[in-house]
């Protein structure tokens, strides 16, 4: 294990990670920059090759051709950072686990798919050798801001009864959707960690569009398309929406923006969950779009957690995005997915909690106790044509809220506070 000089917060991801390394050769970490890749990766690691140091990279670059088992001479698991700064390494990891036969090789972490990588991930997928997993921004049980007193898996397994009594009001709601759940951030003075986001914007629109292929791109349009993208969070509007907000942006320019988006990880969409109805009611397909981190949104905004206490409407759709966040974060655990539903009778549900085992669950999302009703009543409604259609009914329905008390109603809905929730 290499160790880190500064105190480790675990991850949820740590097991599962741990579980990989003995099923595949190597092990793919990806996920948006600041995140906590490399940190959890040196938990599991024994040895080191860091990317980002110049001289690392140089001489990485001259082994990888001339002599690669020299190059991944020392103790495994052998951890690569940023790996996508030489794209050859990725078909000589693939020879080297052929070659070596063992699990648990090679940990690659990455925050950026360059060009030149993803034609190799393309051309060479690794199926079979590669392993690959997402890690998200941290969730609230993972930073200590949930209490953990309802679990997603005992709702999967029927419990009739929950309690649990969140700690949090409607403004510490705002703190946490603001400060978003980027691990330096936790050490810092509450102040300064609502400037973390604001850092991490100004380092992609300065520094990181470009370090993606080497193509000149506007830091000011960029600016502009994610903020754009923002006021269409939690929709599935198309693009031409946000061209039309942009302005003066053309429909190529702006697909490649958010492609440079994506391939930065700074976006993560919700795809579309598709039940076989026997109605000839028609579900939508787009994807929900979704930054990878709340306080991504409240700073494209250039909004506070005092903006967003002032405005009830754009701190509801940011408090939606922390809540499939977490969720997301959850469902790597709990082997699941999570998914959305919308048809065109304008029928809706949040959040699909889809597991691999057949089991699943509806969640609505609602900031305030006020619309907990509207949030219970769709998705019994949801649930009602489920059954109609002779479909597996699901196996809970929720409502997350921002505050308050868990309970289960009457009705059987799970109202949980998102302060309360855990794996």
Not at 400 to 413: K, P, S, Y
């Amino acid at each position: 294990m290499i160790i880190a000089n500064k105190e480790y917060l675990p991850r949820l991801i740590d097991l599962y990670m741990h579980d990989v390394l003995h099923m595949r050769g190597a092990v793919l970490i990806e996920g948006i920059k600041w995140s906590g890749k490399t940190t959890s990766a040196k938990r599991h690691a024994k040895s080191l090759i860091d990317l980002s140091v110049n001289s690392e990279k140089e001489r990485a670059e001259f082994l990888v051709r001339e002599n690669p088992d020299r190059l991944f001479s020392e103790d495994t698991p052998i951890l690569i950072d940023e790996w996508q700064k030489v794209p050859l390494l990725w078909d000589t990891i693939r020879n080297q686990v052929d070659k070596r036969t063992g699990f648990g090789q090679f940990i690659l972490t990455g925050s950026t798919s360059q060009t030149k990588a993803a034609e190799t991930l393309r051309a060479h997928s690794g199926t079979g050798r590669i392993g690959r997993i997402h890690m998200h921004t941290m969730s609230l049980w993972e930073s200590g801001d949930s209490t953990g007193e309802v679990s997603i898996d005992t709702l999967w397994k029927g419990v009739k009864k929950v309690y649990g009594e969140s700690k949090h009001t409607v403004a510490d709601i705002a703190f946490l959707c603001s400060r978003g759940g980027w691990p330096e951030a936790l050490r810092m003075r509450k102040d300064l960690s609502l400037k973390q986001a604001y850092l991490y914007i100004d380092e992609i629109c300065e520094s990181d569009i470009r370090n993606v292929d080497g193509h000149r791109r506007s830091a000011q349009k960029m600016r502009k398309v994610l903020q754009s993208y923002s006021r269409f969070s939690t929709s599935d509007a198309p693009n031409t929406a946000i061209e039309n907000d942009v302005f003066d942006i053309s429909k190529n320019t702006l697909a490649d923006y958010l492609k440079v988006l994506e391939d930065l990880f700074i976006t993560n969409e919700t795809e579309a969950w598709n039940p076989n109805f026997r109605s000839a009611t028609a579900i939508r397909q787009s994807n929900t779009r979704y930054l990878a981190d709340p306080s991504i949104t409240t700073a494209a905004l250039k909004m506070g957690p005092e903006d967003l206490l002032n405005d009830l409407q754009t701190f509801g759709l940011i408090f939606e995005t922390l809540c499939v966040r977490d969720l997301k974060v959850y469902a790597q655990v709990l082997d699941a997915d999570v998914l959305h539903y919308r048809d065109a009778a304008g029928l809706e549900c949040d959040a699909v909690f889809h597991g691999r085992n057949g089991k699943y669950g509806l969640i609505e999302i609602k900031l305030g106790q006020n619309r907990v009703e509207e949030g219970a009543t769709n998705i019994l409604r949801l649930a009602k044509k489920i059954a109609a259609s002779n479909q597996k009914i699901p196996d809970f329905l929720m409502v997350l809220t921002g505050t308050g008390f868990a309970h289960r109603r009457e009705d059987g809905v799970y109202v949980v506070p998102i302060g309360c929730l855990k794996p």
